[in-house]
T-cell receptor, first 119, second 112 residues
Framework: GAVVSQHPSRVICKSGTSVKIECRSL??????MFWYRQFPKQSLMLMAT?????????EQGVEKDKFLINHASLTLSTLTVTSAHPEDSSFYIC???????????????FGPGTRLTVL | QKEVEQDPGPLSVPEGAIVSLNCTYS??????FMWYRQYSRKGPELLMY????GNKEDGRFTAQVDKSSKYISLFIRDSQPSDSATYLC????????????FGKGTKLTVNP
């Protein structure tokens, strides 16, 4: 149980284009999902917290107009990198908080990540 | 000072060795600590979850928290090549599972 998937696993795009990354909780409902970014040899940095049906909460320094987050259902959150540039190239990882009221509510389950390369 | 600091490694050990991975944290109010394992090009997976001081054991893995020195450790006994991965310590600064703060990670290689 508690499987989180991401799609695509890898994407290469041209500078100036937009890229959408999907994060799905496959066997549980996740009211809260998180989006992280990880640069090579660096740790995971939280970008934003996404709650189903409400606006995402962005961390300081993360441009909300550039990184659009939508959490329209209890099993799906999307991150859209708008007008991507080479410096946005990174490993994007989502996580989902365990189902409310369940034994794993205080645990985050991570997706496999999406490697974005902007040319 | 960063909230969580972690020995950068990399660490290379022979198969069967005991591995010690360590982190320090800055705020004595932190209560929950996690260790995640991340294989190359994959998302992290939770290994151990501890609360407060003391030891917690799960198979070959032991997590230790020393609140007096704000030091957390993960020990791996009888290390295997399959343990080769990056290990990250993490804590939720505000309690619960919101806003996990991660250490940089220590890359471990276990040589057969």
């Amino acid at each position: 149980g508690a499987v989180v998937s991401q799609h695509p696993s890898r994407v290469i795009c041209k500078s100036g284009t937009s890229v959408k990354i999907e994060c799905r909780s496959l066997d549980f409902q996740a009211t809260t999902m998180f989006w992280y970014r990880q640069f090579p040899k660096q740790s995971l940095m939280l970008m934003a917290t996404s709650n189903e049906g409400s606006k995402a909460t962005y961390e300081q320094g993360v441009e909300k107009d550039k990184f659009l987050i939508n959490h329209a259902s209890l099993t799906l959150s999307t991150l859209t990198v708008t007008s991507a540039h080479p410096e946005d190239s990174s490993f994007y990882i989502c996580s989902a908080r365990g189902e409310a009221g369940g034994p794993s509510y205080n645990e985050q389950f991570f997706g496999p990540g999406t490697r974005l390369t902007v040319l | 000072q960063k909230e969580v600091e972690q020995d950068p490694g990399p660490l290379s050990v022979p198969e069967g060795a005991i591995v010690s991975l360590n982190c320090t944290y800055s705020n004595s109010a932190f209560q929950y600590f996690m260790w995640y394992r991340q294989y190359s090009r994959k998302g992290p997976e939770l290994l151990m979850y501890t609360y407060s001081s003391g030891n917690k054991e799960d198979g070959r893995f032991t997590a230790q928290v020393d609140k007096s020195s704000k030091y957390i450790s993960l020990f791996i006994r009888d290390s295997q090549p399959s343990d080769s991965a990056t290990y990250l310590c993490a804590t939720p600064p505000q309690g619960g599972s919101e806003k996990l703060v991660f250490g940089k990670g220590t890359k471990l290689t276990v040589n057969p």
